[in-house]
């Protein structure tokens, strides 16, 4: 598939306005300011594609990006941004809880933590419901360029270990990344080229 030729299709800030759920797609979820919007502008070498920010919370909308008419990508909202009022909160968490249950177009799930805290809360949630829903994961350690490759990997060593102590590896994969220093990219679009695969 060729990311480069990626194109901003639509925000939808509920299901009911999402694309119609056809074809292939795949989620990009995480923490707000894990980095979601930034894998995306690395992926097709676009910085304005994925609106980024330093202000977590910026994406704020389920995004659409169509790679052809049948495969898409899509940039979800971060989750746990403190500054928005609690009804709203809520209500992002709706949304996503719905996209995620309801898409039936859905492939995988790319997961992105900051390599520097990986595993909160937020991403144990995310991991527990799609490996009981059977929907495939791929973890991306992101931000990996703000240390070096041995701290790295014995930090995607550890990861890896602990999500088989606690019974969640099941059709999980992972990999560092960085979307500054464009490194992991090659891995990122073999695993959308699998799970995109009409
Ligand atoms: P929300 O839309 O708030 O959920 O955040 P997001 O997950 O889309 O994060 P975003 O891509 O906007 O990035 C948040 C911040 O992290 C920005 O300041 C980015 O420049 C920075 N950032 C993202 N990826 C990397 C990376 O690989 N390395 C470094 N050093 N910084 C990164
Ligand atoms: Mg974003």
């Not at 056809?22 to 594609?49: C, M, P, Y």
Request: net charge positive; glycine share 6%.
């Amino acid at each position: 598939l060729d990311y480069r030729a990626i194109q901003f299709l639509i925000s939808a800030p509920t299901l009911a306005e999402c694309p119609e759920d056809i074809g292939a797609e795949v989620a990009f979820a995480g923490r707000s300011n894990a980095g979601k919007s930034s894998a995306i502008n690395a992926l097709t070498s676009n910085n304005k594609l994925a609106r980024t920010s330093k202000t977590p919370g910026r994406t704020q909308l389920i995004n659409f990006f169509s790679l052809s008419e049948q495969q898409r990508l899509v940039d979800l909202p971060g989750y746990g941004y403190a500054k928005v009022a609690r009804a709203m909160k809520d209500e992002w968490q709706r949304h996503l809880a719905e996209y995620l249950e309801q898409r039936t177009c859905l492939r995988g799930l790319v997961l992105l933590m900051d390599i520097r805290q990986p595993l909160k809360e937020f991403d144990l949630h995310m991991l527990t419901w799609a490996v009981e829903a059977g929907l495939p994961v791929h973890i991306l350690l992101t931000k990996a360029d703000k240390m070096k490759n041995g701290p790295a990997n014995n930090i995607l060593f550890a990861v890896e270990k602990a999500l088989k102590e606690k019974g969640l590896n099941r059709g999980v994969t992972l990999q560092t990344f960085s979307s500054t220093k464009k490194t992991g990219l090659d891995k990122l679009e073999r695993k959308l080229n699998a799970w995109l695969a009409p």
